[in-house]
């Protein structure tokens, strides 16, 4: 007997509780919030356009009554004093996360969110520090705790490149909006990436640049600070390997992207070799100048007060030593054992190095200094006093092509560690009655540049006197053309969850040359997880390519939040609920470009045993969960990337698995580009 398996996300949505008719223990409901959350963020260099939120800005006195805070209001007496005291940093200025005291006094903001125990008591405060601190601290602030506190749960958070486009538009772009605002003529400019054609670099730009791209790398960075203290709400489950895996799969895919391109696989970053790509980012702050650029070869220097390129080689081989013995010391001196499934977690924490690091005076903080140092090789020793570079904001750091490098020093280190783990049997992955009969996919593979608008309002200086003109740029954007999976699978046992994991690599080298199975897996490209329950019999899978669980649709822009949110107000359901969540890449970007040609890649399902996988009962109907997001426990017990996480010596392991599926597929780009204005 046949049985379709559709996993309809429109079933999914329609079984939540519509967004608008919610309400907390305050009795406001989620469109009161999101209304408030839309004018709390839109023109965050100006005054607040919203006349009831302005009036709590300017009559609230957060130290009122305590009793409103669940800290008993230690962290906003902790702020008030600084603010009185006029120790924080002054508004029309840039902010770095990467800068202690910045980041201090956004947390210090944070903190008095996150205690918050009621909407009114949230918002207040948001409104009353937004017209007193700095911008950049604010908004960092008020992302973190709409996304951490429960307060928020259903809260849309606008696109970052509308909140602050300095950080994501070519100054280029930015000039013209000004002239555009100052002459009150409305206009739609063209954005381009940054470079020439002289610059192999740039045929990929459209990756690192991308601002879904770069709004998911700081979407995650929120989710999943390095900062994070449970002490705050609660514990972010697995976000040592979460660290890990975000930043692979950027780093394989961004080599997919190369390869699509006729350009090598990123070569990994030595701190004793020169920096051979240099970057000009074309990209300006807001208030504090140019982003600094780099030349071409530079030598690492060491950064004062930040770190000695020596420290950092210490640092490196203190943790390659840990993986070497398998055990990392705990700063009590105790032996934590990494030889196991969980290793890769505390790994993790080390390298980035998070308050999760059972040891920071030993291990250090190798990410999060390398991020700064080589950010700061435009002015090692502070003699231009430049302001940050790219790779010192998460907004930006994908732009520089060295970001990639970096990672992949990273990620090499990690591999380091997986392939010391012992590889997996056919008993370890075989599901048992469960084998895969035919793998093949409806529609051809093809993906397609498009043109996508975003606003430049809030990139412009404005006041309330002088009519806002319509100023947008559009940048082209890879996508591609829908497609589903089909996916056969005999069942011989009774009813049955089943995990099924879709992943592909690339099929050969830049030399044309296969890549063994081995080299393939580590390379491999997160399409989709999913849960499905298998009946007897043979079961028909189709999966959409917009159902998959590692991507979230395009954000809304705040147009549409204003609009959806207005709706709700007046009753009606907003229809935002999918996008609540911001944490996995872009929809778009599923597939990588392709070429003419059609770039080869093997796919594979791998069917595995959901009784044994799932963290979490109902998984087979909950079609909301979202790979990525830290809300709650991570529902796959599996380590990332499994089955294909750990080093395979004899490919017959897989060739002979029944519940393993592998074909080869093609993608193409026919060099389409979509105009939509």
């Not at 890990?244 to 895919?253: E, G, K, M």
């Not at 530079?298 to 420290?311: L, Y």
């Not at 082209?476 to 690599?505: Q, V």
């Not at 010596?649 to 939509?676: A, M, S, T």
Request: aromatic content about 12%; some cysteine.
């Amino acid at each position: 007997m046949k049985v379709l398996v559709l996993l309809a996300l429109v079933a999914a949505a329609a079984a939540w509780p519509g967004f608008g008719f919610q309400a907390d223990a305050g009795g406001v409901s989620d469109a009161q919030k999101q209304h408030d959350v839309n004018f709390l963020l839109h023109k965050i260099y100006g005054e607040i356009r919203d006349s009831n939120l302005k009036a709590k800005a300017d009559s609230f006195d957060p130290e009122a009554d305590l009793s409103h805070y669940s800290d008993d209001g230690a962290a906003v007496q902790k702020l008030m004093r600084d603010l009185k005291d006029h120790r924080l940093l002054e508004q029309k200025h840039w902010f770095s996360l990467f800068n202690p005291r910045q980041r201090q006094e956004a947390l210090m903001l944070f903190d008095v969110l996150i205690h918050c125990k009621d909407w009114d008591t949230f918002v207040s405060n948001a409104a009353y520090f937004r017209q007193r601190m700095n911008e950049g601290e604010f908004v960092y602030a008020l992302y973190v705790a709409v996304i951490h506190s429960p307060l928020a749960e259903h809260v849309v958070l606008p696109p970052l490149y509308e909140v602050t486009p300095h950080l994501f538009t070519n100054s280029e772009v930015i000039e013209a909006a000004y002239r555009a605002k100052q002459t009150q003529t409305p206009g739609k400019f063209q954005s381009s990436f940054t470079g020439t054609k002289k610059n192999p670099e740039q045929r990929v730009a459209y990756f690192g640049e991308d601002i879904g791209m770069n709004t998911h790398h700081v979407t995650w960075h929120m989710e999943f600070p390095f900062w994070w203290q449970d002490s705050y709400s609660h514990h972010l489950d697995r976000k040592g390997e979460n660290f890990f895996w975000v930043h692979h799969q950027l780093t394989v895919r961004f080599d997919a992207e190369r390869l699509s391109n006729y350009l090598d696989p990123v070569g990994e970053l030595h701190w004793d070799k020169p920096i051979v790509q240099g970057f000009a980012p074309h990209t300006t702050y807001k208030y504090g100048g140019q982003f600094p650029s780099r030349p071409d070869n530079v030598d690492f220097e060491d950064v004062d007060g930040v770190a000695r390129i020596r420290d950092l080689l210490i640092v490196e081989s203190r943790i390659r030593d840990a993986i070497a013995h398998g055990y990392i010391v705990d700063r009590a001196g105790n032996h934590i054992d990494i030889m196991n499934e969980r290793g890769i977690n505390v790994l993790g924490d080390i390298i980035e190095s998070s308050m999760y690091s059972p040891n920071v005076q030993y291990y250090g903080a190798l990410h999060n200094t390398a991020h700064i140092v080589l950010g700061r090789q435009a002015d090692p020793h502070g003699k231009y006093a430049l302001p940050p570079g790219v790779l010192e904001h998460f907004e930006t750091a994908t732009r520089d092509p060295s970001f990639f490098r970096l990672h992949k020093y990273m990620d090499n280190i990690f591999k380091e560690h997986k392939d010391s783990l012992p590889p997996y049997t056919v008993e370890d992955l075989k599901f048992n009655e469960v084998s895969v009969d035919k793998v093949s996919i409806d529609g051809q593979l093809e993906t397609f540049f498009e043109d996508f608008e975003y606003s430049l309002i809030n990139a412009v200086d404005d006041t309330q006197e002088i009519a806002d003109v319509e100023i947008s740029t559009y940048v082209p954007r890879l996508n591609h053309k829908d497609f589903s999976f089909n996916i056969d699978i005999s069942n011989n046992g009774g009813e049955a969850l089943a995990t099924i994991r879709i992943f592909a690599w690339p099929h050969r080298d830049n030399n044309g040359i296969e890549y063994t199975f081995d080299e393939g897996r580590w390379n491999a490209i997160e399409l989709d997880k999913f849960w499905v329950k298998l009946s007897s019999g043979t079961n028909h899978i189709v999966r959409k390519s917009s159902e998959s669980a590692v991507t979230v649709p395009d954000v809304p822009s705040f147009e549409t939040l204003f609009e959806k949110t207005k709706e709700a107000l007046g009753g009606a359901d907003s229809g935002l609920t999918e996008f609540e969540s911001a944490t996995g890449i872009p929809n778009r970007f599923l597939l990588p470009k392709g070429n003419e040609q059609g770039l080869e890649f093997d796919l594979v399902v791998a069917v595995t045993d959901g009784a044994a996988d799932a963290a979490l009962d109902g998984l087979h109907e909950n079609t909301e969960f979202n790979h990525y997001g830290a809300h709650g426990k991570y529902p796959d017990n599996r380590p990332h990337g499994y089955p294909l996480d750990r080093k395979v010596p004899d490919e017959r392991v897989f060739e002979d698995l029944p519940n393993f599926g592998h074909i080869q597929v093609k993608v193409f780009n026919h060099g389409e580009h979509i105009h939509h204005h």
